[in-house]
């Protein structure tokens, strides 16, 4: 009974450590993803001026 | 075992019943004015209660086994409990605010792409509306 409790309590703790991840990882992605688009989009304006 | 449970009851029961007649003989003999000796064999003690002994110490090992078992995972848990916790301190305390840095310099990088495609917008526009000054 006592081993299985840790076991429930060291995968309650493995899943908020994965989810803390998880969710860091997710944000990252987004933030690249985005500027990425922007930068896409600076160099074509840039290419516009320059008469490109 | 179980078959050694088996054989060590029937011992148990033998060896009990042998020694009861035994006692039933002596009290009798002593009603008769006899000396009411209880007459027990060794072997039948031996081979009734030795399987009985070799089976309780079959149970009792069997016993320690799983205590020290019990013991062994519990420290296991303990162990992983400690390492999980030291990796969840570690994360909170290095990862996450590093990856929350990351995230504010990708932030900042995103403010600086915004205006420097509004900044070329607007240079663009000053270039159009010369273009149409000049052209009359």
């Known amino acids: 009974m006592v081993s299985q409790v840790s076991e429930q309590v060291t995968d309650e703790e493995k899943e908020h450590i994965i989810g803390i991840l998880d969710e860091s990882v997710q944000a990252l992605r987004d933030n690249a993803r985005r500027n990425s688009e922007l930068a896409d989009k600076l160099e074509q304006k840039l290419g516009e001026l320059v008469g490109v | 075992m179980k078959l050694l449970g088996l054989l060590s009851t029937f011992g148990f029961g033998w060896s009990t019943a042998s020694i009861l007649s035994a006692i039933q003989v002596a009290q009798s003999e002593v009603a008769q004015g006899g000396g009411g000796q209880v007459e027990l064999s060794w072997t039948t003690i031996i081979i009734g209660y030795g399987p009985l002994g070799i089976f309780a110490l079959g149970v009792a090992i069997d016993k320690i086994g799983n205590h020290s078992e019990r013991n062994r995972l519990r420290e296991e848990n303990k162990g992983q409990a400690e390492y999980i916790k030291s990796l969840h301190a570690r994360i ?45």
């Open chain 2, 92 to 136: 909170e305390d290095d990862i996450v605010p590093a990856i929350l840095g990351a995230s504010a310099s990708q932030n900042r990088n995103s403010e600086l792409l915004v205006k420097a495609i509004d900044s070329i917008e607007k240079i663009l526009a000053y270039q159009e509306r010369q273009e149409e000054r000049r052209r009359g």
